[in-house]
């Protein structure tokens, strides 16, 4: 199976709110998901859905389920912010992060930043970390109830 990353489309609204609602409370605050529509609706155009193919054989045009979607905004001259970073749990593990880490730093560096900002919660820093970014802060219930804000930065050269 492969992943493929593409431009977000109105007709992937359901599928992603689908994956929020699959990662809340685990990764995410019950109150998130009100902000998460919202950037959705202003900032649709930042945003990226994986979708991985079907099983091998299956050829069709659009054939594949999205699993995944992250945004990278343009942020202070150098720097870029990666937004709203979700795979659906039952994905995990089979190389989906990884591929939108490759292609949110690809995206930065095409904005022209050398560093990424990331605002994670306490359950996602570790994988941030594991892809070279570090802790800057955290902000104990930051996005909610149990659920602690940490801003982290990546180096584009890390």
């Known amino acids: 199976m492969t992943v493929t990353i593409r431009p977000f489309a109105g007709s992937d609204r359901a599928r992603m709110l689908a994956i929020f609602d699959a990662n809340t409370p685990a990764f995410f ?3 998130e998901r009100t ?4 950037y959705l609706d202003r900032h649709a155009g930042l945003y990226a859905v994986c979708v991985r193919d079907g099983p091998e054989g299956a050829e069709a045009e659009g054939a594949g ?5 992250f945004a990278v905004a343009p ?3 150098g720097r870029a ?4 970073i979700l795979v659906d749990p039952a994905a995990q593990g089979g190389g989906i ?3 939108m880490m490759t292609a949110a730093r690809d995206r930065a560096a095409k904005l022209g930043a050398a560093i990424v900002d990331i605002a994670a919660s306490q359950h996602s820093a570790p994988f941030f970390a594991r892809h070279g970014a570090h802790i800057l802060s955290r902000i104990e219930d930051g996005w909610g109830s149990g659920m602690h804000r940490v801003d982290m930065e990546l180096p584009l050269d890390a």
């Open 97 to 99: 992060g990884t591929a």
């Open 81 to 84: 912010h990666l937004n709203w």
């Open 35 to 38: 902000d998460f529509i919202a």
């Open 75 to 77: 942020g202070t001259p």
């Open 29 to 31: 605050a019950v109150n």
């Open 65 to 69: 389920t999205v699993v995944a979607g």
